[in-house]
Antibody, heavy 121, light 110 residues
């Protein structure tokens, strides 16, 4: 059974930083196409970032230059480093795994429970 | 504003059929597979349909998907009250090199 467990959310001031973690079990993250998806309160889903098995990353324009997706194979964990946070980054952040590691549009099959990030002074 | 366009809400009576549309463009829907997600309040989304019309294990065959050109459709037949949820379409946009979602559709079973 695949399990994705996010952590690291919390309250941070505008301009601050936070690092989210997504610990995986039942899969090997380095063999998986991993993603971060967020959902602002009362709003829809928004794709944030993706990482291929080879380590190539993609980012939404809204977070490019501020967020960084990384991976620790020894801990089977992926991370989202979020810097220069803004109020509009307030959301529940989900870690999700593509159904197929080699296909961008194969669908997000496995999801974590999400972690809430609140950016406010 | 979402890259993919969905109606904000749809409704129908129990036992009836409802369709949810998802409109995009050639760089996303037309040239990539479409997925659909179901989300209940306070919970993570769940993959309902992948590769336009395929169901993951455990998803009832009351849910079906289709795609034509730059649009996709989710159809739910034999509506049940447990189907009341938010539904999102999603795919990859090859021009943007980004994942994209629709704004979501709230399904109400009257």
């Amino acid at each position: 059974e695949v399990q994705l467990m996010e952590s690291g959310g919390g309250l941070v001031q505008p301009g601050g930083s936070l690092r989210l973690s997504c610990a995986a079990s039942g899969i090997i993250v380095s063999d998986s196409y991993m993603n971060w998806v967020r959902q602002a309160p009362g709003k829809g889903l928004e794709w944030v970032s993706s990482m291929y098995t080879g380590g190539t990353t993609y980012y939404a324009d809204s977070v490019k230059g501020r967020f960084s997706f990384s991976r620790d194979n020894s801990k089977n964990t992926v991370y989202l480093q979020m810097d220069n946070l803004r109020a509009e980054d307030t959301a529940v952040y989900y870690c999700a795994r593509n159904r197929l590691y080699y296909m961008d549009s194969s669908g997000y099959l496995d999801w974590g429970q999400g972690t809430l990030v609140t950016v406010s002074s | 504003q979402s890259v993919l366009t969905q109606p904000p809400s749809v409704s129908a009576a129990p036992g009836q059929m409802v369709t949810i549309s998802c409109s995009g463009r050639s760089s996303n829907i037309e040239n990539n597979y479409v997925s659909w997600y179901q989300q209940f309040p306070g919970t993570a989304p769940k993959l309902l349909i992948y590769e336009n019309n395929m169901r993951p294990s455990g998803i009832p065959d009351r849910f079906s998907g289709s795609k034509s050109g730059t649009s996709a459709t989710l159809t739910v037949t034999g509506l049940q009250t447990v189907d009341e949820a938010d539904y999102y379409c999603g795919t990859w946009d090859s021009r943007l090199s980004a994942g994209v979602f629709g704004g979501g559709t709230r399904l109400t079973v009257l």
